[in-house]
């Protein structure tokens, strides 16, 4: 299975900080199809996941352009240029190029 | 709108099985795939198996043969049966159509002895 290794575990900022988090996968996660099946997903507390981010950094609709996702093969970043009250919760990256799909295990930003 | 919906048993006992269905809404099941997701308390997600829109599905070789999905189109329902249950399955239970990012409000399951 691919292992997604994020980093860091958590993350306190206060309003208006930059925030980076890395994920890593173990294998190359460009499919055969020449796309790169890469996601970012926020789950606020109590919540379901949101996805934010995919094929490694197309925002979905909706989504603060504050955030960005960048990245190539096995290493990959989500920023957040400004943190906002609304931001805090868990992060996750997600590759669906190989089977089974896995997850890293998650980044908790909280907020200062 | 796109919705899916979680619907089973709060509580099923050691050993036993649970069924869980997940009914959508604003797509067709012959068009889109859905996912089934699980996340134990205050852990992370694992990606359980898959309801292909062609009718076929692909499972996590980590349920071994435990794990079960299948689909009422007729209904627009996807529904997840996994047996031998033990206290490690205790989760709240999401389905999802991953490829767009919508995920349904998830069902929380407790594995009782």
């Known amino acids: 299975d691919v292992v997604m290794t994020q980093t860091p575990v958590s993350l306190s900022l206060a309003i208006g900080q930059p925030a980076s988090i890395s994920c890593k996968s173990s294998?190359?996660?460009?499919?055969?199809?020449?796309?790169?099946?890469l996601s970012w997903i926020l789950q606020r507390p109590g919540q379901s996941p949101k996805r934010l981010i995919y094929?490694?950094?197309k925002l979905d609709s909706g989504v603060p352009d504050r955030f960005s996702g960048s990245g190539s093969e096995t290493e990959f970043t989500l920023k957040i240029s400004r943190v906002e009250a609304e931001d805090l919760g868990v992060y996750y990256c997600w590759q669906a190029t190989h089977f089974p799909l896995t997850f890293g295990s998650g980044t908790k930003l909280e907020i200062k | 709108q796109v919705q899916l919906k979680e619907t089973g048993p709060d509580l099923v006992q050691l050993t036993q099985t649970l069924s869980i269905t997940c009914t959508v809404s604003g797509f067709s099941l012959t068009t889109y795939n859905v996912h089934w997701v699980r996340q134990p308390p205050g852990k992370g997600l694992e990606w359980m198996g898959a309801m292909w829109n062609g009718g076929g599905t692909d499972y996590n070789s980590a349920f071994k043969s435990r794990l079960s999905i299948s689909r009422d189109t007729s209904k627009s329902q996807v529904f997840l049966k996994m047996n031998s249950l033990q206290t490690d399955d205790t989760a709240k239970y999401f389905c999802?159509?991953?490829?767009?990012?919508?995920w349904g409000q998830g069902v929380m399951v407790t594995v009782s002895s």
């Open positions: 094929l490694v950094s």
């Open positions: 294998q190359s996660l460009v499919h055969s199809d020449g796309k790169t099946y």
């Open positions: 999802a159509r991953l490829g767009a990012g919508y």
